[in-house]
């Protein structure tokens, strides 16, 4: 399963989204704090309700993906990733997770392969 870390636009909240290839569905997961092992809040894409495009995901998360990332996740469905992004670490002066308007979300990416 690929896994991508996104801050949320609530305060204190992270989405974990990626493409699940077990189940054959993209899936999103609404946690409290910056770290996944939060208390998950919502989940999204399961092997009862499969989302099958990123556009579906989206909807339900009720954010729009940067061009980048959906190209990612797009990547992931075709060759059925099991890559995952590394938590955001903290920066000196800066919320961690907080991203520079001008800032990719994936230049500093560090990839764990399992």
């Known amino acids: 399963m690929s896994r991508r870390l996104l801050s949320a636009d609530e305060p204190g909240c992270t989405w974990e989204y990626g493409w699940d290839p077990e189940q054959q569905t993209y899936y999103a997961r609404l946690v409290s704090g910056e770290d996944p092992g939060g208390c998950e809040l919502a989940r999204f894409g399961t092997r009862a309700v499969v989302i099958d495009s990123t556009d579906a995901l989206m909807y339900l998360m009720g954010v729009r993906l940067p061009g ?39 230049a500093l990416r560090t990839l764990i392969a399992r």
């Open 68 to 106: 980048e990332c959906v190209s990612v996740l797009e990547h992931d469905r075709l060759t059925d990733s099991r890559e995952e992004e590394a938590p955001p670490r903290h920066r000196h002066g800066a919320r961690a997770g907080a991203m520079a308007a001008t800032e990719s979300p994936f």
